[in-house]
């Protein structure tokens, strides 16, 4: 019996005008704020602990506990960030989230803030995305029209001011100390841990960073209980997950499932491979975590059983690759992206991802050496563990997961260009229409 | 070409959102940048005389993110994503045809200043690939003919609407956007398909999340 | 500290210290320490480029990895603080630790350059260095190098190359953290980050020659020295500042018989490692335009002679002026040459009319000199600014007049100590400083003294407050002693902070009329007795209280003074027309290493060496001596003192010159002890009619010890005016002031600064285009009047 799947978030997302209050309103939104603000903040923190809600930027921190490092009764002002800085290759659910309901964001950033007393709140989000952002700025005006936002919000006597923050082209400021900097206007530069931010953050006063669609889920756990959260899911990994599935599969897009749905379960809601291709591999969540094969398909979506696989949820947005796709060709992409997106802070990642990706550029021509095959490995063993962020961690990862699964690939690329081993064309999505 | 009196108002409005006034230099470089075109002398000047710090303070800023141009973009930003999902599934070949039909390079401008080509990276719209972007609005599902249809709709003046969001303006107005958020566009159609992929086999299929219990 | 090789039970460890094991090793230190400084306890190091100990730590090269037991990854030691217990590895006991570092190194390595050959760092370089150490033999790295564009200027005295930078960011961390010019940055991102400035700001920093002293490779270099020697080469001798009054410990390298640079040297209790660009790379003086012979003027010209007629001739004429002399004294001497011309004038001449002060001053400032400052104990200490509650400061720009307190005071404003300045105006300084202005009018400071605001009035009653007083001060009437009643009242410290290097020294050695050495009133018999006991003459002989300062001028400018001795002073430095008063003398003996305005009308030149040539102290503005040996051994010159001894004995007195004879006899001397001279406490001018200059010498300027390093005088702040906007309002004025004073008129850029009281307008005292002495004849605290001015530059 398959798992089916649980449109929470993404449940009115056909509604035209979800985007407004009214629509919001008309399907339940801000019924949560309502019985957040009569209910006791610490009470709230226990109760997202309770629900053993996830972080659903990548790491899969336990919220609950995160909000409840931060010092109360300290005195100094708290603030609430949102990571809306979605830009990790691969990932595609938080933009969206932002498009289609913004306002399930908004209400959550306010019941998160009334929990950690947070009286201003930011919403970071990249810039490269002007249409999210006035969707968020929008929802954030007419909140703020309808008192939702401000003084003595619904009589609570809770303050709170919400700042829509457009970022400027930088992957590193999803890393949450170098998105504090930038919010801080500096260059998005990771900072030294400790302090850590629910102590010391956005202007060395507590802080909570939260990903937009942990924050999308706090209304709905607010509203609707601990329980109901619970029973999607696993122990570990409680709750629904707005998975984004891309590549070569017949309806890439948006599924929200609960926690636990398998890769092959969710490559059928999306209709399965395009026609005439089988999966090569896919990766869970990001181009950050390592890649899987066809072997894991029936693996659970879940952050324990991921990283029994030697690999990660992280975002939660699978990309499947079919038969099609050179993997020399695609690691090489990805590391040209980190060399591209390397903040140069530190040094293993800044010499590293330039020395590797001119290694791959070789390797994508044919022109790799066997021992360089080796020097690549032990070039990323000299960057994971030892770069400041994970940023560096991240870009050492694609090159071992592939060669263990595709060496042969690498081998052939020390005399066949990748564009020779697979046809470029054949892996466009639009080559069978004859596009081109 | 110095920044007006009345964006430098703009500016300390900007700042007025924050607690700390350093924290606006982001959208406040958006906007020097909607009024230059690019990042200018001037607009470094400017910001750095608002909000009081050097102007190798806010150089060293502007040069590390990547939407900061040091050139005139001119009317239009074309971004075609080239990482690893929308390049293989096509952006390459988007990529591609589009140098050919504009003559712009990555971070270049065509002669004409029409349009500026960048390579860009994930626009966290994968399930749409290849993406391409037009003044940072969405070109979702393109094809090389469509980007370059696009492309000469454009020069021809004719209305182009991002197919996740609103008609297509300019680079400039992008960028004060980006100052300015609220800009009065927000009602432009967001959703599509593919955003709703899940949800419509759900309600085929009669699947729910559960109401509160 | 302790070290043992097992921890012991027995051993009790306070509370404060933790004990930690380093490659088997225990050590115990201070909570909070630094893995890499614990190591460094032990003698253990571990290779670092960003790390400073005195920059915040970043942890960003990496280069410093180590094991820590428990611990899945590798932690940076720079960061990384200890705990009780902690197993730390370094790559000497971990394969971890050894083979990160190694990984580090080599990433270092593969975009830097192979030009150590040509590099100024190659042979001091820790990455040349550490690359021998813990680097791979060799590259595996065989694509291609970054490369860019070199050298390009970041200001016109520091240079950059690029390609050899490791982004370890020492450079912009100083700039920012230490010397508050964050005008170098981080610029672009990822392999293409580099150092760089604005597109049209160079690094405008006083201290700009520090990034060149801590940069761990070849990138920053200066246009003084690139290129010009081999480190291995250069021979080094610890030396002392010569410049001003901060102190600092100098590092000075030179290769045969000359400077080629000059570095900051660690002296954690003064300047830590830090200097001035002042005091990095103004010395080439001392070297160029020298006189290296005796000169006499015969037929009005002056011409060589030997030393035996030289001598002959100024004895012969000293001794036909009798006691109708004086001796001035510049305040770049050093206390035992001070001492010297102290001890010559009253014992050769037979005369109290001595002067150290090249410079305004009152007779206000030499009764607060003699009851506060000669010969007292130290009061306060650079560590002492750290953690005062408030330190307020008096006619005194701590940037320009004394950098590395500045320094120190930014470093305890960081700290939470307030920081408050009496003047017109706030300054670029102050700003760096976080510091509050009490506005005071130019002259006028000891009004607002008088009427301090409440907060601050409070905070220098609290333990551990200091006050501290400038030069200017002498040019306030009243505020010297405003200054030592509000320290009475509140029990603040008060320091007096000279700018000039020897001032202290010489009021310490004696060389200002009325004191004798060690703060001895010249009218209390007592002192006189000691004095003479020592000096080996009798009581009687000692001469009775002299003239000085404006006295001393008048008496010369009248005529009554027949024989001067001058030493190492510049005439234009005095606010009154000097030359005219010194024309009158009939006797003038200089003792000069270069041509100067007093050596074009003296009767005799003597030639003496610089610090270089010589051994000697300086005492910086706490009272603490700043002892530096000869750099030039076989150095042909002469110190003043050994010049004033052959001339003392010339004319018949044993005068021993020796440094070492002269310390010996100040030791013998020591501080007094009896009633300290008293002050007749001088009452505020409160004339506030018309438009007042404020004005002080920038830290760059026309000094002639900072002839001859043409970079250096590019980094020099520009002359400007300036004003509030009120004020150049009320005088119609607009890009261009004209300041007219007595003497003629400055015309300068006007730069608008609303901090700045109204009726009040700032110039720089000696700088291109606004000499205040000469140009205006107008000093601090005088009328002056503005106006628009003719446009400048002659456009019409």
């Given amino acids: ?100 309901n913004p306002h399930a964001l908004v209400e959550g950033v306010i019941i998160a803030s009334y929990a950690i007393r947070a009286n201003h709140a930011f919403i970071y989000i990249r810039g490269e995305v002007p249409n999210a952002i006035r969707k968020v700025a929008f929802a954030v005006r007419q909140a703020k029209d309808a008192g939702l936002i401000g003084k003595n919000i619904l009589g609570s006597g809770f303050d709170l001011d919400v700042v829509v923050h457009s970022g400027a082209g930088a992957y590193i400021c999803g890393e949450e100390t170098a998105l504090l900097d930038s919010l801080e206007g500096y260059r998005g530069q990771p900072r030294l841990k400790p302090p850590f931010p629910a102590v010391a953050g956005l202007y060395a006063s507590p802080t909570v960073i939260n990903n937009v669609e942990t924050i999308a889920n706090i209304p709905y756990i607010v509203d609707r209980g601990v329980d109901w959260f619970r ?14 599935v891309s590549g070569h599969v017949k309806s890439p897009g948006i599924y929200e499932a609960p926690l636990g749905i398998t890769m092959r379960e969710l490559l059928d809601y999306a209709g399965g491979m395009r026609d005439g291709s089988e999966v090569k591999f896919w990766i869970p969540g990001g181009s950050s975590v390592p890649m899987l094969t066809p072997e894991h398909l029936d693996l659970p979506l879940t952050y324990e059983a991921m990283a029994e696989a030697g690999t990660m949820l992280g975002t939660g947005t699978p990309m499947v690759f079919d038969q099609t796709t050179s993997v020399v060709k695609a690691v090489t992409r990805w590391l040209e992206f980190y060399k591209h997106e390397s903040c140069g802070k530190c040094t293993p990642c800044r010499e590293g991802t330039y020395w590797i990706t001119g290694v791959l550029e070789k390797f994508e021509h044919g022109h790799g050496t066997e021992g360089e095959m080796e020097t690549l490995v032990n070039l990323c063993g000299q960057i994971a563990g030892r770069s400041f962020c994970a940023l560096g961690d991240a870009a050492a990862t694609p090159y071992p997961a592939a060669l263990k699964y595709f060496r042969d690939e690498f081998e052939a690329a020390t005399h066949t260009s990748a564009d020779e081993q697979f046809d470029p064309v054949a892996s466009y999505v639009f080559a069978a229409a004859g596009a081109r | 070409m110095p920044i007006s009196e009345s964006t430098r108002e703009q500016m300390r409005e900007i700042a007025g959102r924050y607690p700390s006034a350093r924290s606006a230099l982001l959208p406040m470089l958006h906007l020097a940048q909607s009024e230059e075109d690019e990042i200018t002398t001037d607009g470094i000047n400017a910001c750095a005389e608002v909000l009081d710090i050097t102007p190798a303070e806010v150089t060293a800023v502007a040069t590390f993110y990547t939407m900061y141009k040091r050139t005139k973009v001119g009317k239009h930003h074309i971004g075609v994503c080239t990482n690893t999902l929308c390049g293989l599934l096509g952006g390459d070949a988007v990529w591609d045809a589009l140098t050919e039909a504009t003559g712009a390079g990555h971070n270049t401008a065509s002669a004409d200043g029409e349009f500026f080509l960048e390579r860009i990276e994930c626009q966290a719209a994968c399930s749409n690939a290849p993406v391409m972007t037009v003044d940072w609005e969405y070109m979702d599902d393109v094809t090389p003919s469509s980007a370059v249809e696009v492309i000469e709709k454009l020069r021809r003046g004719e209305e182009v609407h991002s197919t996740r969001g609103p008609v297509i303006r300019d680079f400039e107005a992008t960028e004060h956007t980006l100052a300015f958020p609220d800009d009065g566009l927000a009602d432009a159609p967001s959703v599509d398909a593919k955003m709703l992929a899940g949800l419509t086999i759900a309600k085929e299929r009669g699947m729910t999340g559960g109401n509160a219990q | 500290m302790t070290i043992t090789n097992e921890p012991s039970a027995e051993i009790a460890v306070p509370t404060e210290l933790v004990t930690v094991i380093i490659d088997g090793v225990a050590i115990g230190v201070p909570k909070g320490t630094l893995v890499i400084r614990a190591a460094e306890m032990l003698g253990i190091e571990i290779p670092r480029f960003c790390d400073h100990p005195l920059l915040e730590p970043v942890a960003a090269c990496r280069a410093c990895l180590i094991e820590i037991d428990g611990v899945p990854k590798p932690q940076p030691a720079c960061a990384q603080v200890v705990s009780d217990g902690m197993q730390v590895h370094t790559q000497y006991s971990s394969d971890v630790a050894r083979l990160a570092q ?46 860019f564009d070199k050298p390009i200027n970041v200001s016109a005295q520091i240079l950059l190359d690029r390609e050899r930078c490791v982004s370890c960011a020492r450079c912009t961390r100083f700039a920012d953290q230490i010397a508050g010019d964050p005008m170098l940055e981080l610029l672009e991102r990822g392999a293409q980050q580099q150092v760089g400035t604005a597109d049209d700001e160079p690094f405008d920093s006083y201290f700009s020659g520090n990034t060149i002293q801590i940069c761990p490779v070849g990138a920053l270099t200066s246009a003084t020295y690139r290129f010009r020697a081999r480190p291995f080469d250069l021979v080094s001798v ?24 000059r570095l900051g040297w660690d002296d954690p209790q003064v300047n830590e490692e830090w200097n001035c660009d002042k005091g990095r790379f103004a010395f080439a003086y001392q070297q160029q335009g020298r006189i290296d012979w005796p000169l006499v003027r015969e037929n009005g010209e002056l011409r060589t002679a030997s030393w035996p007629e030289a001598l002959a001739v100024a004895a012969r004429g000293l001794q036909t002026a009798g006691t109708d002399t004086a001796v001035l004294v510049g305040g770049r001497s050093t206390m035992e040459d001070a001492y010297a011309y102290a001890r010559f004038a009253r014992i050769a001449l037979g005369t109290d009319n001595i002067d150290f002060r090249a410079r305004a001053n009152s007779e206000e400032e030499r009764e607060f000199l003699a009851a506060h400052v000669a010969g007292t104990p130290i009061k306060v200490e650079y560590a002492d600014l750290e953690k005062a509650p408030i330190v307020l400061l008096v006619a005194f720009e701590p940037e320009d007049e004394s950098p590395i307190v500045f320094l120190r005071l930014r470093k305890a404003a960081s700290n939470k100590v307030s920081i408050a300045s009496v003047a017109a105006g706030a300054s670029r300084g102050l700003a760096k400083m976080n510091g509050t202005l009490v506005p005071a009018k130019p002259g006028e400071e000891a009004a607002a003294l008088a009427n301090l605001p409440q907060d601050i009035q409070q905070a220098l009653s609290q333990p551990g407050a200091v006050i501290m007083v400038g030069e200017r001060a002498a040019s306030a009437p009243g505020a010297l002693s405003a200054a ?3 320290s009475q009242q509140t029990g603040a410290a008060l320091a007096w902070v000279p700018r000039r290097a020897g001032e202290r020294g010489a009021l310490d050695a004696g060389a200002l009329a009325g004191l004798l050495p060690g703060g001895r009133p010249i009218s209390d018999p007592a002192a006189r007795s000691e004095v003479a006991r020592i000096w080996g003459i009798q009581e009687s002989a000692l001469p009775q209280q002299g003239l000085s300062g404006i006295a001393l001028h008048d008496a010369v400018d009248s005529g009554r003074i027949r024989g001067v001795v001058v030493g190492g002073v510049e005439l234009c430095d005095y606010p009154h027309d000097a030359a005219e008063a010194l024309g009158k003398v009939d006797f003038i003996v200089s003792l000069e290493n270069h041509h100067s305005a007093v050596t074009a009308m003296a009767d005799v030149v003597l030639p003496v060496g610089v610090v270089t040539e010589k051994s000697g102290t300086f005492l910086d503005w706490e009272g603490r001596p700043r002892p530096f040996g000869q750099v030039f051994r076989d150095a042909m010159m002469n110190s003043d003192a050994a010049v004033l001894a052959m001339l003392a004995d010339s004319m018949g007195h044993s005068l021993p010159g020796g440094v070492n004879e002269l310390r010996a006899q100040m030791g013998l001397l020591g501080p007094w002890t009896g009633a300290r001279a008293t002050m007749n406490p001088t009452s505020a001018s409160a004339n506030t009619d018309g438009e007042r200059l404020e004005t002080w010498r920038l830290l760059l300027d026309l000094g002639v010890m900072q002839e001859g390093d043409p970079h250096l005088a590019a980094t020099a702040r520009p002359t400007v005016a300036r004003m509030s906007a009120r004020t150049a309002q009320s005088h119609g004025i607009g890009d261009t002031a004209t300041i007219h004073g007595p003497a003629g008129s400055v015309t300068a850029p006007v730069e608008i600064d609303d901090s700045m009281l109204d009726s009040v307008v700032w110039l720089p005292m000696n700088s291109e285009g606004s000499r205040v002495y000469r140009d205006l004849g107008a000093g601090h605290g005088d009328v002056v009047r503005l106006d628009a001015g003719t446009h400048a530059g002659g456009l019409s």
Wanted: with cysteine; hydrophobic share 30%.
């Fill in chain 3, 484 to 486: 030592a009643q509000l």
């Fill in chain 1, 1 to 100: 019996m398959s798992t089916p799947l649980t449109p929470v978030i993404t449940e009115f997302w056909d509604r035209q005008d979800l985007y407004t209050l009214d629509g919001y309103r008309a399907v339940g939104g801000y019924t949560a704020l309502d019985k957040a603000l009569k209910t006791d903040p610490d009470s709230i923190i226990g109760q997202v602990k309770d629900s053993g809600l996830r972080g659903r930027g990548g790491a899969g921190f336990p919220t609950g506990m995160k909000w409840s490092f931060v010092p109360q009764g300290d005195g100094k002002p708290h603030y609430l960030v949102v990571n809306a800085d979605e830009s990790e290759p691969g990932a595609c659910k938080d933009i969206p989230i932002m498009m289609a």
């Fill in chain 1, 231 to 244: 029973q999607f899911g696993t122990e570990k990994s409680p709750g629904f997950k707005v998975f984004a």
């Fill in chain 3, 102 to 147: 190694e990984g580090v190194m080599e990433f270092l390595l593969l975009n830097h350059p192979l030009d150590c050959p040509v590099c100024d760092k190659g042979g001091e370089c820790p990455l040349q260095n550490q690359a021998m150490s813990i680097g791979r033999p060799e590259s595996r790295f065989t694509e291609e190098k970054r490369t």
């Fill in chain 3, 238 to 261: 610890p030396t002392s500042c010569e410049h001003c009054a901060s102190g600092c410990a100098l590092r000075t390298d030179y290769r045969r018989s000359t400077v080629t640079r």
